[in-house]
């Protein structure tokens, strides 16, 4: 079974400049997160979908962070103009359902992106 | 106030030897799960072990296991038989909501850096 796919994974841009990332989850997976991993601290999500819907956005920074999920399949980050702040990791992660236990939320190795 | 607390940024611990990770959480919820993840340096976050609010024994998988008291609200990692593989960030995370209704998403830890020397 194919993971949790995530491109690039790698990205510098300086800073006022645009960046997408996107994800594409576990076939069959309805649940989708965007999760924000700065150094040294511990994921914080930014959005949560169910199918193409939005559970959970109250974290994201709307004045510059965009995200959809149009066919509720892949989905894409976008943060325009970007600032030196939003360095980061950005995790993509799906789950069956939002209802899950145990080892059924699956993580993508992340996007990296340095903002200079 | 934090969900998830981690109070150790880092610890070191020699090969063989057992380290306990704390993890104390923050829910008015009666179901709630309880989760552990390890992330190497790589960046991919690879699952540990799981606690359900009503599971009445601990967890335990293999090297870990999890030292769970409801009644303190903490959810401590014990790996037993450290190996140097095992050096790496070590998150703590929650899931508020009951297991048969949705949930909400992960909430983490600010994560604890285990070193493991030989």
């Known amino acids: 079974e194919a993971g949790v796919a995530q491109s690039p994974r790698y990205k510098i841009i300086e800073k006022r400049q645009s960046v997408a990332f996107w994800c594409n989850p576990i076939s069959g997976h309805a649940t989708l997160y965007w999760y924000q991993q700065i150094l040294g601290q511990g994921p914080k999500l930014l959005i949560q979908f169910q199918n193409n819907g939005v559970v959970d956005d109250s974290q994201l920074p709307k004045d510059r962070f965009s995200a959809e999920r149009l066919k509720g399949v892949d989905s894409t980050l976008k943060i325009q103009p970007a600032k030196l702040e939003d360095s980061a990791v950005y995790l993509c992660?799906?789950?069956?359902?939002?209802?899950?236990?145990?080892?059924?939320?699956?993580f993508g190795e992340g996007s990296w992106l340095t903002v200079v | 106030a934090q969900k998830i607390t981690q109070t150790q940024p880092g610890m070191f611990v020699q090969e063989k030897e057992a380290v306990t990770l704390d993890c104390t959480y923050d829910t008015s919820d009666q179901s709630y799960g309880l989760f552990w993840y390890k992330q190497p340096s790589s960046g991919e976050m690879i699952f540990l072990i799981y606690q359900g609010s009503y599971d009445e024994q601990n967890a335990t998988e293999g090297r870990y296991s999890l030292n769970f008291q409801k009644a303190r609200k903490s959810a401590n990692l014990v790996i037993s038989a450290s190996q140097l593989g095992d050096s790496a960030m070590y998150f703590c995370?929650?899931?508020?909501?009951?297991?048969?209704?949705?949930?909400?998403?992960?909430?983490f830890g600010k994560g604890t850096t285990l070193s493991v020397s030989s």
């Open positions: 995370a929650m899931r508020e909501g009951p297991a048969g209704q949705a949930g909400t998403a992960l909430i």
């Open positions: 992660a799906s789950s069956l359902d939002m209802v899950f236990s145990g080892n059924t939320i699956y």
